[in-house]
C-alpha cells in the first residue's frame, strides 16, 4: 500500500518539504505523576474541547474534572488507539507537519495512559489553566481570527421528513457580491443544530464569467463541507476570487431522520481587505474515482482502486482530504515526477466515515511539485465481516451518492505556479532548509 524511494529522496524533500520517517518513540516529556489540573487538562484544551464541551457536536462535555473523570477507561481506550483525536495520517511516511494537526503526540498519549493507570488523580484545582472561551452555539470557528465573516451565503431551506430517503438538494443562490473580491477563509456549517444530524456533505461550486487569463483552471469548487471538517484557510498571499454575479451552486446531500427536520446550510466567507489582493489563486480539485463503473466492489473483498491528475503546470499542493463511504479503509496521494521517481505525499491509513478531515500542510512543508507531474490517488475499500462500519458484506457495491454507495476520491487544493514563480518558491524553500540546518 506504499511506495517510497530508496534513492533520490533528498534532493526531493527540497522540492516537496517531506520530513521522512517519523522519530522512534522516547518519552522524554511525561511527568512522573500527571494529575488532571496540571496535565490533562491543557491537553484537552487544545486538543478536545472544540468538540466536546456543550453545545457542539460530541456526546459529553471535557473541560472539567467532575465531567472528565467518569470516562477516564474509556479515553485511555480511545487514544492508545488513536481513535481519539480524530487523525489518520500514517505518521511513518510523507509529509508529517500540518498547520492543523490536532493529533496526541506519542507523549501526550503516555501522559493520559499514565494518569488514568494511577486512578485519574485531580490533582491541586489551583493548577487548572483559565477557561478557554469558544463561540456560543452556532458560532463561528474563524471569527476569533477574523472578526465576524464579511460575507454569509446561505442555501433555501429543506424539510428532511421523518422516514424519508436521503435526499440530495441543490439550490443556486447569488453570491452578492457586486465588486471583484479575494477571500481568504471559508467556514460552511448546518444553519441549526439539529441540522448537524442529517447533513452529510455540502458541495459549493462557484459559477462566474472567467476573464480570460483565469480560465485555465476556472472557478470551480469553492468550498466542500463534510461531517468533521472544520474550515478552509487560504496559503498566505493565495485566495479564491469572487467576481460581480457569481452564483453558488449548492449540493447538499440530507440523510434520513426519524424526525422532520427543516435547515439550510450556510456558508462564511472571510475577505482580504481592500486593496490587499494575494499574489496566487487556489484552485479546490476533485481527483479520483467520479463516475459510474469507477468502484466495482464484490462481496467480502478488500479492492484497492487507482486513479491519475496530470499538472500542466507547476504546482504548490496545499492540503488533502480523502472522501470515501462506509466501506473505506485508506487512501494515499502519490506524485509521480517527471523523472520517473515516485514519492508518497499522504497516506490515511484508517479512514474513519464519520471525521472527513482536511489534512493543510505547513507552509514550508506543502509539496512543491514540477509541471509534467502526475498525481496518483489510490483508495483501499474493505467490504468484509472484518470492517465494523460494513451494513451488509454480502452485497454488491458500487459508485453513487448514497451513504450505503461508495465513492473513492480526494479533494486537494492546488495553487498553480507558471515557471518563474515555481523557481521562486523553490529556491525559498532551499535558503529556508539550508538555513535550519546550520
Not at 503546470?313 to 517527471?338: C, N, T, V, Y
Request: overall charge neutral.
Amino acid at each position: 500500500m506504499r511506495t517510497m524511494l530508496s534513492r533520490g529522496l533528498g534532493t526531493l524533500i527540497l522540492g516537496l518539504g517531506i520530513s521522512g520517517l517519523a522519530p522512534a518513540i522516547v518519552h522524554a516529556d511525561v511527568p512522573q505523576s500527571p494529575t488532571f489540573s496540571q496535565h490533562i487538562a491543557p491537553l484537552f484544551q487544545a486538543k478536545c474541547e472544540t468538540c466536546h464541551r456543550p453545545g457542539s457536536i460530541a456526546p459529553m462535555s471535557l473541560q472539567t474534572f467532575e465531567q472528565v473523570r467518569p470516562w477516564a477507561r474509556s479515553i485511555r481506550e480511545r487514544v492508545l488507539g488513536r481513535q481519539m483525536p480524530p487523525w489518520h495520517i500514517d505518521k511513518t511516511v510523507g509529509v508529517q507537519e500540518f498547520k492543523n494537526d490536532r493529533s496526541l503526540s506519542d507523549d501526550e498519549i503516555a501522559t493520559i495512559v499514565k494518569w488514568v493507570d494511577a486512578g485519574a488523580p485531580q490533582g491541586n484545582p489551583n493548577d487548572m489553566p483559565p477557561p478557554k472561551t469558544w463561540p456560543d452555539g452556532q458560532g463561528w470557528n474563524y471569527a476569533d481570527r477574523f472578526g465576524e465573516p464579511d460575507l454569509i451565503i446561505r442555501s433555501t431551506p429543506w424539510t428532511q421528513k421523518a422516514g424519508a430517503n436521503d435526499t440530495w438538494w441543490k439550490p443556486v443562490v447569488p453570491s452578492g457580491v457586486t465588486e471583484p473580491r479575494w477571500v481568504r477563509a471559508i467556514e460552511v456549517r448546518p444553519g441549526t443544530v439539529k441540522g448537524r444530524k442529517i447533513t452529510h456533505h455540502a458541495n459549493s461550486d462557484l459559477l462566474q464569467d472567467e476573464p480570460g487569463e483565469l480560465t485555465q483552471a476556472g472557478p470551480g469548487r469553492f468550498m466542500e463541507f463534510a461531517v468533521g471538517k472544520e474550515g478552509e484557510l487560504m496559503r498566505p498571499n493565495s485566495g479564491k476570487l469572487l467576481l460581480p454575479g457569481s452564483r453558488i451552486a449548492w449540493d447538499i446531500h440530507y440523510s434520513a431522520s426519524k424526525e422532520d427536520i427543516t435547515d439550510f446550510v450556510e456558508m462564511a466567507v472571510y475577505f482580504y481587505p481592500k486593496g490587499q489582493e494575494p499574489k496566487y489563486r487556489q484552485h479546490l480539485l476533485r481527483m479520483g474515482n467520479t463516475g459510474d463503473g469507477a468502484i466495482d466492489l464484490p462481496p467480502n473483498t478488500i479492492k484497492a482502486t487507482e486513479s491519475f491528475y496530470p499538472l500542466r503546470q507547476a504546482a504548490r499542493i496545499e492540503s488533502f482530504q480523502p472522501h470515501m463511504h462506509l466501506r473505506g479503509k485508506a487512501m494515499s496521494l502519490e506524485a509521480i515526477l517527471p523523472s520517473g521517481q515516485t514519492v508518497i505525499l499522504s497516506h490515511v491509513d484508517n479512514f474513519t466515515f464519520n471525521w472527513h478531515n482536511a489534512y493543510v500542510y505547513a507552509d514550508h512543508a506543502a509539496p512543491l511539485l514540477p509541471k509534467g507531474t502526475m498525481l496518483k490517488v489510490t483508495a483501499w475499500h474493505d467490504n468484509t465481516v472484518a470492517n465494523k462500519n460494513n451494513p451488509d458484506p454480502n452485497v454488491w457495491v458500487g459508485y453513487g451518492d448514497r451513504t450505503v454507495d461508495e465513492m473513492g476520491h480526494a479533494w486537494v487544493n492546488v495553487t498553480y505556479l507558471n515557471d518563474d514563480e515555481y523557481a521562486a518558491e523553490v529556491e525559498a524553500r532551499r535558503t529556508q532548509l539550508t538555513k535550519g540546518t546550520r
